[in-house]
């Protein structure tokens, strides 16, 4: 990122990006805080970060620890395949293990959710995130930072979280702070 100008200043093309932040693994609150540490230190200007939410394991593997997940908002000049290629290394410094099964119990988990009102698909990358809507473990820690999120089509994510609201499989529940 940019450092020739003044605090504070809005850098040129410079847009917010949403990251989804979960672990499991050994412990799963100072993981999700080293996580948010690391990419503020990595250049990305972390401007919000939600609150930790606990979740019971959704996918391929349910036999598993609970998660804990958070949402942070950060500012960033970064393209989308650029700050993606940024979120694995962090993951990586952190000692997420390449090549697990989808779904494996995780040290961090760093998904990129929205970049601005960026629409975007790549072999590596959809944005917004194929399940951002569907998630309540991401839509929970998003609505806390950013309660009136609207995808760049205009869906507003509120409905989303509230169209979830029966759904007895995706209960999340307060952890604290981070």
């Known amino acids: ?3 020739d100008l003044p ?29 948010i540490d690391r990419l503020g230190a990595r250049g990305l200007a972390v401007e919000a970060e939600s609150s930790a939410w606990r979740t019971q394991p959704v996918g391929e ?8 997940n958070a949402a942070v908002r950060v500012r960033t000049d970064l393209g989308p395949e650029e700050l ?17 099964p989808r779904h494996w119990p995780r040290l961090i988990d760093i998904d990129l959710l929205l970049l601005g009102r960026l629409e975007y698909s790549s072999d590596r990358l959809t944005l ?16 806390e930072i ?12 509120r409905e989303s979280l509230d169209a979830l609201a029966d759904d007895p499989d995706q209960a999340v ?4 702070p981070l």
């Open 84 to 100: 993606l290629d940024l979120l694995k290394q962090v993951e990586r410094e952190q000692g997420r293990e390449s090549g697990r």
């Open 146 to 157: 950013d309660p009136g999120l609207t995808l760049p089509d205009g869906r507003v994510l």
């Open 61 to 68: 593997i349910p036999d598993q620890p609970d998660f804990f």
């Open 128 to 143: 917004p995130h194929r399940e951002v809507t569907a998630r309540r473990f991401v839509l929970v820690p998003l609505l």
């Open 173 to 176: 529940s307060p952890a604290g």
């Open 1 to 3: 990122m940019r450092s």
């Open 7 to 35: 605090a504070g200043a809005v850098r040129p093309r410079e847009r917010p990006a949403w990251l989804g932040l979960g672990s499991n693994v050994g412990r799963p609150l100072a993981n999700l805080r080293e996580a």
